[in-house]
């Protein structure tokens, strides 16, 4: 982000209580309450450990859910998934910042770790504000009195200007944990203008992030090469005046004028905006494969033609960006767009980085000896759509203010 911050390197958090902002937030079965997935869990066990190696006495902040929504439950079980993946205990505390979680905290021993109840539980931490105004919260003042550092390991929630994520670096001196500091190194990466060719493979349902996305690329030269599939492919070919066939009515609830007319220009004048060749479509009782310019159905999948040519540009890339799949990947019939685009970026020799938690059921379909070529996933949905449409995200934002406040009272490294 060009700005200095701090990251674990800088500090010794031997002794010290540091609170650490993680984002654990995950799939919840409404009939069992049972937690589906431990990807983002397995994500912050590196810096959970570290710290902990260290001696620092860990104290996790971290939210589940939205208010009245089913997912928004306590954290019991998401302790124990930590445990388990730690191998060490991490303790529940059924409180964020009353007595028992002042008292849990007060009696955490070196190299401990606690992981307070859902920081939701507080409204203040549901609203977006400033980062200065964050700061001024009860509830990250409250928490900044119980700590001596504060960690962000949750790049996926740091698009949000929350007071668990901005309010307290300005509180106290905050760093990026390992795995905000990859996510932030990786995607820099992808983003940059060296290592060419680049080839950006971007698909799914949120159309208008997208669009800024490809606009922001465009504008700053970034990819050779912008292959689109989903929602997002079936855009372009609307603004080319291509009849879309039933998905017409779905796409126009997902766009706005601004969206159409973005899109309406970019396609005018950028060479390097592909479109699909062929679809596979879904007519009701059987499936089909139509040419993109004449649509009949509904098109659920990029077809084999558009496959093989996404592919051959897909070849001598140096880096792919795979964001979105191509198809309507929980239906088996539309399924090959997407793993044939996911295989393709793992036999090639570029650098692979996939965002979406939609592609670890895809991975899981093929070898290690494949899947060990993956170089990134990211662990970000909003938060990956804000980085690669260029937008400044909060939470790295208020980590560079804590860096501008604490550098010259703290010199660094202590």
Do not use: C
Not at 365 to 374: A, K, L, N, Q, Y
């Amino acid at each position: 982000m060009g700005r200095k911050i701090w990251t674990l390197d800088d500090f010794d958090f031997n002794g010290k209580t540091v609170l650490v902002r993680i984002d654990i937030n995950s799939p919840i079965s409404p009939d069992t309450g049972e937690i589906l997935d431990d990807t983002r869990f397995k994500a912050h066990i590196p810096t959970i450990r570290e710290l902990s190696e260290s001696g620092a006495r860990i104290v996790l902040l971290a939210h589940q859910g939205r208010p009245f929504t089913e997912d928004f439950v306590r954290l019991k079980r998401h302790a124990e998934i930590l445990s388990r993946l730690l191998g060490s205990e991490v303790e529940y505390v059924p409180d964020v910042i009353g007595p028992e979680a002042k008292r849990a905290i007060a009696r955490l021993g070196k190299g401990g770790i606690l992981l307070l109840d859902n920081t939701r539980l507080y409204s203040e931490d549901a609203i977006q504000a400033s980062i200065e105004d964050q700061a001024k919260t009860i509830l990250a003042r409250e928490l900044a009195s119980l700590g001596d550092y504060y960690v962000n390991d949750a790049f996926a929630v740091s698009h949000r200007s929350q007071a668990s994520v901005v309010g307290l670096p300005l509180l106290l001196p905050g760093a990026a944990g390992r795995l905000m500091e990859r996510e932030v190194s990786v995607l820099s990466r992808a983003l940059s203008r060296d290592e060419r060719p680049k080839v950006f493979v971007l698909g799914g349902a949120k159309v208008k992030d997208t669009v800024k996305i490809i606009s922001y690329l465009v504008e700053e030269g970034v990819a050779d090469e912008i292959l689109t599939t989903g929602l997002v492919a079936l855009l372009f070919l609307y603004v080319s005046g291509v009849r879309i066939g039933s998905a017409e009515n779905v796409l126009m609830k997902k766009v706005d004028s601004k969206t159409i007319e973005t899109a309406r220009n970019l396609i005018a004048r950028e060479e390097r905006i592909r479109v699909p060749l062929d679809f596979v479509v879904d007519l009701g009782d059987s499936t089909d494969i139509v040419d993109a310019r004449s649509i009949v159905g509904a098109p659920k999948d990029i077809g084999p033609s558009t496959i093989e040519y996404y592919k051959y540009k897909m070849m001598k890339a140096k880096i792919i960006v795979m964001r979105g799949p191509a198809g309507v990947i929980e239906d088996p019939r539309f399924r090959r767009g997407t793993r044939e685009l996911v295989r393709a970026a793992l036999t090639s020799r570029a650098f692979t980085i996939f965002g979406g938690g939609h592609f670890n059921s895809i991975l899981s379909e093929f070898p290690e000896t494949v899947r060990s070529r993956v170089g990134h996933i990211s662990t970000g949905g909003g938060a990956l759509l804000y980085f690669l449409s260029g937008q400044i995200l909060p939470g790295l934002e208020a980590l560079a203010l804590s860096y501008e406040k604490f550098s010259a009272a703290r010199g660094g490294r202590e």
